[in-house]
């Protein structure tokens, strides 16, 4: 039936679609309404130096915890800057531990888009460069205002 067909297709183009941001060389997210890693493709689970399964259901939260692998930790470097769920497009800087210890910084660009029943959800497009600014704790983060950078260094 035409339906089957409809749905027939609408399949293949997501599995082909699923394919093509599984295969970039540059690291890509999905995040949910309540910022939870959906989808993580092997680039983004390269530059975290984890396994992309340890990613999925991990939830963006901002905090500043000590720089560690765990996926809680890794996470927070992925959250969006917070008008990025209301807005089409915005773009942040996004982290991850370096071996040596130190952040590396790049700039990501989020897509908002609706899932099933208008759940709003973000794609994210991670540069494939690192920036070549240095970070420090002392200094906002992309989504911080000062009231914040003054909390989080004394808590």
């Known amino acids: 039936s035409t339906v089957s067909l409809a749905r027939r297709c609408v399949e293949e183009t997501a599995a082909e679609l699923a394919k093509a941001l599984a295969a970039s060389p540059q690291p890509i997210y999905v995040l949910t309404a309540r910022r939870i890693i959906a989808f993580a493709n ?49 773009s942040g800087i996004v982290t991850a531990p370096a071996a040596t210890g130190e ?15 208008d759940e709003p959800a973000l794609l994210a497009i991670v540069s494939p460069a690192d920036a070549h600014e240095p970070v420090s704790y002392t200094h906002l983060r992309a989504h911080e205002t000062v009231l914040d950078l003054v909390c989080r260094l004394l808590l």
């Open 103 to 117: 952040l590396r910084r790049r700039t990501a660009e989020f897509i908002a888009f609706s899932q099933a029943e």
């Open 42 to 90: 092997p680039a983004c689970a390269a530059w975290l130096g984890v396994d992309a399964a340890s990613l999925l259901g991990a939830r963006c939260d901002y905090h500043s915890a000590h720089l560690t692998a765990d996926a809680r930790t890794l996470a927070a470097g992925l959250c969006p800057p917070p008008e990025a769920f209301t807005a089409l497009h915005t």
